[in-house]
């Protein structure tokens, strides 16, 4: 089994460091080969997602990822800046589902900035279609360059689209997810006003009737903004478009006290996957030892999981986690009072140790 490891920018190479002990402490037959992606591969061969990286990750088994992205390059013609390397390799792979879990564990409930009663025992699957919508449309604007210049007219837009076939594979995808779980969907969408995601309800509509055992509703994103905040509780798989999956997720992820805690998986009509913490670089506090890399190590969980054919793998790790949070350990993010502060690197040796 062939994985690549993408470190990335920012906290991403710290983050990895210790997803890799957790994977190596597994003994399991697994080859891993790093490969520059991001910033870090922009600084070294001039583009965020060199040819090489693109082609380690195509040959892969799955890849693991950390974290691409930091204000410095904000000025950067669009094509070269680090987020195009994660949205190349999604795009090239095939990386259409998007799996992001916001699953409260019971230690850190004080942790999160919502009242404990509403956010115990929370467990939502946000599915986030990741390959179409407005992030692959057709952009045009100031850092686009058209005919090798750019235009300077005093406009810029972005097209959102989908198609059926699109939309019905991921659709698939939730609705089989449900079936596993409490059989309950809804679909998020903006269908009061964009044309876009009338026909998105309409093929999600049409995909339910196969699944008579999940039940199906639609909601539309701004209330599902407030309903995720009202009563997180009341939602189980969510599905819906590229931006409003983006932007859903980071909401949810900070239900269960931590965006640091957030595994996810993207993956292909293959199994293929890419593995990544739902959090960003942190350039912030990259360098300082105070990441939280339980969510990489949990991405590593899920790699296990859905592309190497490695559950009862998995699933030690999942009980590690669990185990050092009972120890008390938490890295700043998740810290209060009463619990032990560690470094990210104490983290990941603690998740070793419970392993053990
Ligand atoms: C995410 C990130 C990316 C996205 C960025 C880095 C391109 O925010 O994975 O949610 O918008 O998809
Ligand atoms: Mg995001």
């Given amino acids: 089994m062939k994985i690549a490891v993408l470190p990335g920018d920012g906290i991403g190479t710290e983050i990895v460091t210790e997803a890799l002990k957790v994977l190596k402490a597994l003994d399991l037959n697994l080859t891993l080969e790093t490969a520059l992606v991001g910033g870090a591969a922009f600084e070294a061969h001039g583009h965020p997602l060199p040819e090489s990286t693109l082609q380690l990750a195509m040959a892969s088994d799955a890849v693991l990822f950390g974290a691409v992205g930091d204000w410095k390059y904000d000025t950067l013609d669009r094509p070269l800046r680090p987020e195009q390397a994660i949205l190349g390799l999604r795009k090239n792979l095939g990386l259409f589902a998007n799996f992001r879990p916001a699953i409260c564990y019971k230690q850190l409930t004080d942790a999160s ?178 990441a939280n890399p339980l969510a990489t190590i949990l991405s590593a969980a899920m790699m296990l999981r859905f592309s190497l054919n490695q559950p009862e793998a998995a699933s030690r790790i999942e009980a590690a986690v669990d185990t050092v949070l009972s120890q008390g350990l938490r890295t700043p993010d998740i810290y209060s009072p009463g619990t032990n502060k560690v470094s990210t690197r104490e983290m990941g040796d603690a998740v070793v140790k419970a392993l053990k």
């Fill in 113 to 290: 900035s919502l009242k404990p009663e509403l956010v115990a025992g929370l467990d939502i699957l946000i599915i986030r279609e990741l390959t179409g919508d407005i992030y692959f449309g057709q952009p045009r604007g100031r850092r686009i360059a058209t005919d090798g210049h750019f235009p300077g007219s005093e406009e810029a837009f972005d097209t959102m689209r989908y198609s059926r076939p699109e939309i019905e594979r991921i659709a698939h995808i939730a609705f089989q997810a449900a079936q596993k779980r409490s059989k309950r969907v809804t679909s998020v969408d903006k269908a009061n006003v964009l044309e876009t995601f009338q026909f998105w309800k309409d093929i999600v509509s049409e995909v339910g009737k196969q699944y008579p055992d999940v039940a199906l509703d639609h909601m539309y994103v701004d209330n599902a903004a407030m309903q995720l905040v009202k009563a997180p509780k009341k939602f189980d798989v969510v599905v819906t478009g590229n931006m409003f999956g983006d932007i859903l997720s980071d909401a949810a992820a900070m239900l269960t006290g931590s965006i640091g805690m957030l595994p996810s998986a993207s993956l292909n009509a293959k199994n293929q996957g890419l593995y990544e913490p739902s959090h960003g670089s942190a350039p912030d506090i990259a360098g300082q030892g105070v």
